[in-house]
C-alpha cells in the first residue's frame, strides 16, 4: 500500500511550497514563468479561432489502410478517463519540481505551435467514418460544444501524452504514462478520430519540443 502511495504521491510532495519559495527567489525562473504563462494564455485564446479556420479549409483525404481495417467504436469515455488520469498525476507529481514544471509548460508550447504550423502546411479532410470525440471540458472551452473534426495532423492527445511520459521524472510512474499513451492512441483510431500517421508522428513532435527545451539549462 505503501509503495502505490509514493507511486503517486512522491515525498517531494511534501516540501513542495518550501521548493517554490527557493525557485521563486530565482529571477531568471520568475521571469521564464510569466513569460511562459502568457504565451500559453495567448494560444489558448488563439486556438479556437484557428481551429474553425483549419474545419473550413479545404484538405486532403488519405486512404488509410489502418483504419479501413478497424471497426468504428466510441471510445471516447476511455480516452477521456485515461488522458484527465494522465495530467491529474502528471500535476500531482511535478508541482513539487518547478523548473520540471515550468519546462514542461514550455515544452507544451513549443509542440502546440508545432502543431499549428502542421496543421496550416498539411491540412486534411476528417475520415469518412469518424466519430468526433465528446471531450466534457475542452470541448466546452475551446471547441465551444461545436465539433472540430480536421485538427488532424497530428494528434493533440497522443503527443502531450507522450510529453509528459518523457518529463515524468519517476520510472514506474513513466510506465504507467507510456501504457496509458499507447491505449489512447489506439483508442483514437479505433474511433477513426485521426489517420495513422498522425497518431505515429505525435511522439515524434513530442520528443523534438522535449529535447530541445530540456537541453536548455536555466540562466
Known sequence: MKSIVSLFFPASFINFRKDWKAAWSDVSFK???VITIIILLIIAAAIPHFF???Q???GYSINDFVLNMLQV???SLFIFLLIYSVLLLAIINLVSNPQVLLKTLQAYC???LMRILCMYFVPLEAEKAILPLQDPIIG???YAGTPITKDLFFSGH???MFL???VIPYRKLKYCFLLATMLVAVFILMQHVHYTVDVLMAPVFAWISYRIVFARKFS
Open 52 to 54: 474553425r479556420y483549419v
Open 56 to 58: 473550413a479549409k479545404q
Open 110 to 112: 513549443l509542440l502546440m
Open 158 to 160: 497522443v503527443s502531450t
Open 73 to 75: 467504436r466510441d471510445m
Open 31 to 33: 521571469w521564464q514563468s
Open 164 to 166: 509528459l511520459f518523457l
Open 140 to 142: 466546452l472551452i475551446i
